[in-house]
Each structure stands twice: as C-alpha cells, then as structure tokens.
C-alpha cells in the first residue's frame, strides 16, 4: 500500500486541510473498528507512540496509539496554523512538520514564490524529505492551495517546481482553487495567471475548484433540506454538511461547509487506492488515463449525491440519478458545462454498493449525450470500492478531462488583461527581486497556448471521425533486421497451403507499398529505411 | 498430471479464486449421477490436477498467486481460508506496494525484470511439488497494468525456462465500451507478445460473460463476482476430470496435452473460446430438462453463427454448401456471419451422453479445407456429471470468432495512436513499443 503526503499551503489550503484531516480522521473511524492501524490508514496516518521523545516513535502495526498525519502545513502568516494547533486536532499533527511566517505575502505571488521561496527553500526541502522518509512507499504528494492569493499561489507553486527536482517519481496533485468573477483580492488575476504558468509546468494533475460554485452548491442543499422537498431528509452524519460528531463545533462560517466538498473530493479520490473493491483504481492510473497530452492535465471533478436519502436501499432509479447528476454543470465544482463541451477522457469512481452492470448501464445510457474526442470514442475509466463514505450508502466521482476548463481559462486572461494593460499594481510585484515583466508576459502566453490547445480540440468537435488507413502486411517476413530502433519490423513468414513464391513476391511488395502511404510524416523516413534494409532480402525471396 | 496457476493482477486473482472454488465446489459438494465409486475416482483426479494436500487435509491450489499491490491478494487469500474447503499455500504469493498503474511498459519492462526471480522462485517451488507436471494456468487481464505487461512478461520467461511444459493463457478481452482508457494499447501490446510465447490463448469476453450474466441468470444487479463464478463454470466444464477413450474408465491423464493437440494445430491460430449449454440460474434449472439432441444443436448453431450463449442465436446462418470461401478471401468491411472452425472440442458430461450423436459437429463445410473433420473435431465423454447440471456440454473451438473484436481492438488502438497522442507524461516507451507492434 502506498503512502500519500498533503501539503497544505496558505490560509485557504490550510482550512481545507483541516477539514479534510477531520474527515479523513472520520472516515478511518467508521471503517476501522478494531482500532488496528493497517494499511488503508497508513496511507494518510503515522502511528507514533508519542512516549517516545522525538523521532523514533513509529510504529507499522498493532494497535493504533497516537495517528499523526502525513502533512506538512505551510503559512506565511501565523493566524490560521495557531488557530489549527489551538483547536482539537492539534494532536493530530507533528509539531516538526510546519513552516509558518508572521508577515504573510500581502496577496503578492511574488512575495510568495521569489521571497518566501528563497527564504524557506531548505526548511522547506527538510520537512518535506523527513515525511517522505516516514512513507514506507510514497506515491503522491497533494498540494491544496489557492491561487488567488499571495502564499497559497506563489509558495504553493515554487514547492512544486522543488518537488519535481527532489521527488522526481512521486506523482503531484494538486487542488487549486480559482478566483470566483467577485472575488475580493483585486491582485488575483495577477497571482492566478504567475501561479498557472507554474502548473502548467510541474504539476502532474490539477484539480481546479472555484467557490462559487461550492457556494451554489451548499445552497442547493440548503434549499432542499428546508423545503423538505419530496421527503429528503440530510442525515445528520453525512459528512458533506454537517459537523456533529466532529471534533470542529463550530459551523457558523460559510466556508466550512466548502471546505467540507473539497475535503469530501480528496478522500473519494484516494479512496479505491486506500480501500478494497472489486475494481480497484489507483492514483497512478488517474494520470495515465485522464491526461492524454502532459499539459492538458486539468481535471473537472463532480460529487454525487449531495445529499442523502432516508432509505439506504436505493432503487435503481435512484441510483441512476446520481449518475446523470454527475454530468449536470450544476454539480461541477468548477464553473464549467462539460456535457457540451469535448471530452478527452472521464472517470467514474463509485463508492459502496454499486455494481459493475449498473456502472455499464449508466454509461450506456449517459453516452449518447456526451461529445468525445475522435480518437478516444469510449474514453472511459471506471473503478469499483467497497466501502461508502460515512453516512452515504453510495457515492460517485466524476472526473473530467474536458474543454470546458477554457472559460474559465479565457476569463482569467481577461481579467488579469484588464489590469495588465494600464499597469495596475504591477510595481508591488516589480519591486521583488527576481520579478521582471517578461515574468508576466511569459506567463500570459503559456496560458494562451494552452487555451490554443483546446480550442484545436474543439475545433474536432462535430467533424466526423475518419478511419486512418491502417498497416496492413498481409504476408509477414523473418527480417534479421537492423533498421533503427523505433522500427523493430519484426514479422514471420507463412504460407498457408500455397508456396508460390509468385504470389508471396506481389504480397511483400504490396505490404512495402502500404508502409509507404500511412498519414505520418515523421514515419516516412523511417519507412524508407526499412525498404532499404529489406531490398536485400526482398531479392533474396526470388532467388 | 498437474497444472499450476499463476494468477497474476486484479483480475487474475479474483478469478482464480472463483475457478479453485468452483473447481472444488464440483468434485465434492455434489453426488455428480453416478456410483461412489466413479464419484471417488473423479474426486481424486480433480484433487491431483489442481491441488495439492497437506497434513491438515485440508487442499491447497497448485497456485501463485502475483500482484503489484497488496489489496486484491490480501482479500484473496481470506476470502479462500473462509471457506473452510479449500485454501492457498502461505507462501505462495508475490506483491508489491505501488500497482502498474494500468501501464503495460511499467507491468513487462520494470516490474517483470525487477521481480524476475523472485517469481519465478514461487513458480518453481510450485512445480517441484507436483508429481508429474503437465503445464501452467496463467490468468490475466488484458487491459490493466500488471495483468498484461507483467502477465506477457512472466509468459515469456515461462517459455524459457520450462520449454517442455505447455502454457495456457486465460485472457479477459475488456469490455468494448472501456473500463481503462488505454485499454487497446494494452491489449494490442499483450496479445503480440503472447502470441509468440504461449501455447494456447483461451480468450474470455467479458461483454458476454455478462450477457449470459443478464440474460440466462437472470441476475439484477451483476456484480464481478457474478461474472468471475460464469466464466468458473465454463473452465470447470472443461478442466474437470474427462475419460481418455471411448469405453475405458480411467480419467484423462493430461488434459492440457490433449486439448492443445486437437485444437492447437497450427502455431499461427491459437485463439480459443469456450461456450457452454446449458446455463441457468438455480432456481430456472430445477425446472428444466434437456435433451442431448437439443442441446447439441443449439450449440453446433452458437458454433456457426458465432453466439456466446444459446438465447438469441441466429438460426439463418447456415455453413455455405459448395465447400469453403477460398482462404484469401478474408474481408472484414463485409459482414462476416459463418464462422469458420479450425478445429473443435466438444465435452459431454452427465447422464445417457453414451448416446449423443455429434454427427453434426464433423460437416467438413464447418472446417478449414486442409484439416479434415476426422481431425479438426473430437469428442469428449464423461458418465459423471457437473456441478448440477444432468447433462451438459461445452465447446472449446479455434475458430474466427475473435476477428471482429480484434479488428475493433486495433482499430482503436491505432486511431489513438496516429493522432499524435501522447499517453501520459512519463511514458515515451509505451509509444515506441506501441510502434513496434502495431506494425506486426
């Protein structure tokens, strides 16, 4: 089993974290009732016997004595991380594993990533070598960050570049939250588009969350639970709204409740890696699948249902609900209509009772309506867990390589234009050391490019899908080849019945010929030296 | 003689789980309609193939059981000690933490040489424990990581170091409409592979496995387990215990040998598919009853007209009348309905089969022009019956079934190919060994 690290980056990241440990914590609880430390709690937990002064206390099985979680929390200011440690799950982190300022960034990407940077680069490196050391098998690190503001964005993005030099095999997903149109940081267009270019770059996944959808989200909810609307009731445990039987009381601030989806988000991801199922997904195969070009990594996620239902037998029809809702724009957690836009490639990952006919059916059913790339036509990734989330008798994942992450793209470029074009609070950001404007200009257009590349995939929307006439070698030969590496033409030569030599002679030429016409420039050279490789051998047949 | 598993990937584990079970389920939980005596014999020969015993009594697989993360095993290993009836050696498994990541190149060129040895250990500690060896079970996936990569891998090797022991891989064609998105990749990487080092591949789909799932046991909600315990009972009608002649009693010595030689003629076709008659839910078979008549006409017509299961056959598709479509003749635009055999297998078990008559099965018009039916097609026959069914049979053929599905296969394959995709960040050996074998 593999381990996971969450580095949690500014007063945003931190705050999802928190709840997400809460949870995470819950989940375990549910799960786990022997109170044996195995191996799905490792993935997120230490166990320590906190007796034991300083760094030896770990201990890999038996009973649990003191979970510490794998994560390192990271702020340039001291009010959330105090706050954090005041609250009741201070216990719950290592006192070594957090790096906090007094100043904060000042919502300056700059002052995070070329100040802050430089200044914490090695405690920072330390923390973060010391838990991977306590990672028997460390697979991926998550980083939760915002990108509208000064240390999330830039510290979080300056950590990524440090992970891919240091931890070059550990797989980075990150969760970044975007700047909703009425944000109230005026600099975050700026800080968003500096951090983008970073993403783009080092991260291996990205996950893009805007709070206004969450907000329209726990809306939603909240309008249904009050309405009482067709006898949904919200469980009181479910871990989506509400907090009773957490460790935070305290529920009066809007953003719990969205940190709350974000956490619900994370845990749902790892959890076919963390738990069994009859197919299991694990983090590694999330980027193989759903990231068909190494920029275009940006992940639409959707949570499914929102709310549970009284009855924990769900008929079918319930069932399938949840299915279609995973494809509405309303429960996106980004601000984005997947379904009319293209799709590169999608997961379904279900939690808890759901079987593979039900998962097929829904596909079936959904499939018609959804528009895929040309040469991804069943572009689909499907995993099976056992285990529900707490409180839910299923659940499902949906996530989203899909085009319509360009508007929310475009509007950022828009936005930071706006501000760009007459200078607006540039200076703060020149006056760093390190900060040029070719920082932005650079930036801009790795965005644009980006956004090109998706416009060229929209652009294959509605055009019909041809067949690319294909290789065919009809007759095979033993080829002692020595033709460059790529081509290892490698083929046995059969006669089935006749061994005219006639007819296998037309038969290679005609396959010489096939190999020469396929579509691919790039393959022509190599075409040709094949020819040229077997002519001997192709003289040698008539002899 | 013995076979030994190796169950390699989620796949293959949960599988061969259900193909042990059922193995055994058979043989002892069920009087099989004959005498004690013929019962014993056959509960010991099943015994001898597959297990071996322990001073407890209790059996253990003749298997290895191989994967790159811990899960799938951890919950094998339980689910067969729970049982009670059966269990698998302590020793007998091999896994990793981290998974293939459904990546073919990670599962046959960084795992398989990095765990060569130590695989190939367990594998070894196995055979030794049989008397006599006859050949290996090798159970995978071909759309995953470590099923396929590592599964080609570990066929290979096999092929090296025991040349004289037959290899038989159980492949899971996935469903057509995508369980992994890189699924033809994998699928078209493995199969190029194995068809240089295995013996036999008997191909397995799972779109109609479920099917029969849906359809004949009428299952509502169809989980993997209902569709791995499908394809056990396919394995076990065949697998089982079978007599070697006509009229001796003595049970076949080795099965794997014999059903290579019949259906394996020519090392260029060794495609294989199993379809049976009858399956039913338990509830349906106590009120029904069979005829072999019937029942050999409806599968001789699942033969022809290519059906996996004996609802919804196409009873227009006749073999043609003037001899066969010449071999050059192979267009795949055109609909391809009669299916051509190359060689079959049909084993009867249960009450009265003295009297089936196969007569149908040896129409040369069924067969390729240069076999002829006298040794394209043979019967098995067995008194005792299996698991519950009073009369069943099974058709294992080499035939054109898989050239459609194949043709889809690669067909995807290439078009993700030739548009320039890349598969991920980390996988510029993917692409190249990709090249490489879609050419072939």
């Known amino acids: 089993m593999t381990q996971s690290v969450v580095v949690q980056v500014g007063q945003c990241g931190n705050q999802i974290g928190c709840c997400f440990w809460d949870l995470a914590l819950r989940e375990h609880a549910a799960v786990n009732q022997k109170g044996i430390y195995d191996e799905a709690i490792s993935s997120f937990f230490r ?54 300022d007094i100043s904060g960034s000042g919502n300056n990407w700059a002052v995070g990533h070329k100040v802050f940077g430089s200044l914490y680069q090695d405690q ?35 950590l990524l570049k440090m992970l891919e030099d240091e931890f070059p095999e550990v797989y980075r997903f990150v969760t970044s939250i975007y700047p909703s149109c009425e944000d109230d940081v005026i600099t975050s267009p700026y800080n968003s588009i500096l951090a983008m270019k970073e993403l783009n770059e080092h991260a291996d996944c990205v996950l893009p969350i805007d709070n206004q959808s969450l907000f329209d989200i726990i809306s939603k909810i909240d309008l249904m639970v009050n309405s009482g609307k067709l006898g949904t009731t919200v469980k009181p445990k479910s871990l989506v709204t509400s907090s009773s039987g957490a460790l935070k009381k305290c529920h009066k601030k809007p953003f719990d409740a969205m940190n709350n989806i974000v956490a619900n988000l994370l845990l749902n991801l790892t959890s076919s890696a963390r738990f069994e199922g009859s197919l299991n997904m694990d983090l590694n195969e999330i980027s193989m699948n759903l990231v068909p070009f190494p920029q275009l990594h940006y992940l639409v996620s959707s949570l499914t249902p929102l709310y549970t239902l009284a009855d924990v037998n769900i008929p079918p029809r319930r069932l399938d609900q949840m299915f279609s809702d995973a494809f509405s724009k309303d429960h996106q957690l980004l601000q984005a209509d997947p379904k009319h836009s293209l799709y590169l490639a999608c997961a379904l990952m279900v939690r808890g009772n759901v079987q593979i006919s039900d998962l097929r059916r829904n596909i079936e059913r959904l499939k018609p309506s959804l528009q895929f790339v040309s040469w991804n036509q069943e572009g689909w990734k499907t995993s099976l867990c056992s285990i ?87 007759v095979s030969l033993t080829l002692p080849c020595q033709c460059s590496g ?35 420039p790039h393959v022509l050279e190599q075409a040709v030296h094949f020819v040229a490789c077997t002519r001997h051998f192709f003289f040698q047949v008539f002899q | 003689m013995s076979i030994v598993t190796v169950q390699l990937g989620q796949c293959g584990n949960q ?90 190149a990670y599962g046959y060129s960084v795992h398989g040489p990095r765990h060569e040895e130590s695989i190939m250990n367990l594998i070894q500690k196995e055979v ?118 006509e009229s001796s009693f003595h049970y076949r010595r ?19 598919s199993v379809r049976n008659i009858p399956h039913m839910s338990e509830d349906s078979l106590a009120y029904s009853t069979f005829t072999w008549a019937g029942l050999l006409k409806h599968l001789r017509q699942m033969l022809i007209s290519n059906a996996k299961m004996e609802e919804g056959i196409d009873w227009q598709v006749r073999p043609p009348l003037s001899g066969l479509p010449p071999l050059g003749k192979m267009s795949l635009s055109k609909d391809l309905h009669f299916n051509t055999s190359i060689a079959n297998l049909v084993i009867l ?63 995807k394959a290439w078009n993700m190919f030739a548009s320039k995709k890349e598969c991920g960040p980390r996988k510029n050996e993917l692409r190249a060994l990709v090249w490489a074998r879609l050419k072939c």
């Open chain 2, 349 to 411: 078990r249960g009450k009265d089969v003295q009297s089936a008559d196969v007569e149908g099965f040896k129409d040369p018009a069924l067969y390729t022009s240069w076999l002829e039916p006298v040794h394209a097609f043979n019967v098995w026959k067995t008194q005792r019956a299996f698991s519950k069914y009073e009369k069943s049979a099974v058709l294992v053929s080499n035939s054109q079934f898989l050239v459609k599905p194949l043709d889809m296969i690669v067909k």
């Open chain 1, 486 to 520: 790529v081509i290892s033409a490698h083929c046995n030569l059969h006669c089935l019945g006749s061994s005219d030599s006639s007819a296998s002679a037309s038969q290679l030429l005609f396959s010489l010929v096939t190999l020469l016409d396929i579509p691919i």
């Open chain 2, 254 to 272: 080795n099965p794997l040998g014999d059903l290579m030689e019949h259906l394996v003629p020519h090392p260029e076709f060794k495609m294989l």
């Open chain 1, 47 to 100: 166990n320590v016997d906190t007796r034991v002064v300083g760094d030896g206390g770990s201990i890999s099985k038996g009973k649990i004595c003191s979970l510490k979680a794998r994560a390192v929390l990271i702020d340039m200011e001291e009010g959330v991380v105090n706050e954090i440690l005041q609250g009741p799950l201070r216990d719950v982190f290592d006192m070594n594993q957090l790096i906090t």
């Open chain 2, 15 to 104: 599988i061969g789980f259900e193909v042990f079970d059922a193995l055994l389920r058979d043989s002892h939980s069920f009087q099989g309609l004959c005498s004690k005596r013929e019962n014993e014999a056959y509960q010991t020969s099943c015994k001898e193939r597959f297990f071996s015993e322990e001073e407890s009594g209790v059996p253990i697989a003749r298997a290895v059981l191989v994967d790159m993360e811990p899960k799938v095993i951890n919950q094998t290993l339980s689910k067969a000690a729970q049982s009670g009836r059966w269990k698998y050696g302590q020793h007998a498994c091999f896994c990793q933490k981290q998974g293939s990541g459904n990546n073919w």
């Open chain 2, 128 to 245: 030794e424990k049989c008397d006599s060896f006859s050949g290996f079970f090798i159970i995978m996936s071909m759309a995953g990581g470590t099923g396929s990569g590592l599964g080609a891998f570990v066929t290979q090797n096999l092929q090296d170091q025991y040349p004289n022991s037959l290899k038989m891989n159980q492949i899971i064609w996935p469903y057509g409409t995508g369980e992994v998105i890189v699924q033809n990749y994998n699928s078209v990487l493995t199969l190029s592979h194995l068809y240089r080092s295995s013996d036999a591949l008997l191909v397995h789909e799972n779109d109609a496995v479920h099917k029969i799932c849906a359809k004949l046991m009428n299952i509502k909600q169809i989980s993997f387990s209902d569709i791995n315990q499908v394809l056990a009972h396919q394995l076990g009608s065949v697998f089982q215990p079978t007599y070697s002649a």
């Open chain 1, 124 to 158: 920072l490196l330390e923390k973060l070598r010391k838990s991977a050391e306590h990672c028997d098998c460390l697979q991926c690190f998550f980083i939760i960050h915002s990108m509208g503001g000064g240390t999330g964005s830039g510290l979080g993005t300056f």
């Open chain 1, 388 to 474: 529900p989330p707490v409180g839910h008798s299923h659940s499902l994942l949906a996530l989203a390589n899909n085009t319509c992450v360009k508007p929310t793209f475009m509007e950022l470029k828009e936005r930071f234009m706006r501000l760009y074009k007459k200078k607006a609070h540039l200076h703060h950001y020149l006056q760093v050391e390190g900060m040029e404007e070719s920082c932005f200009t650079e930036a801009v257009s790795s965005l644009s490019a980006l956004i090109q590349e998706y416009n060229q995939l929209d652009a294959t929307k509605n055009v019909p899908v041809q067949d690319l006439p294909r290789l065919s070698i009809a």
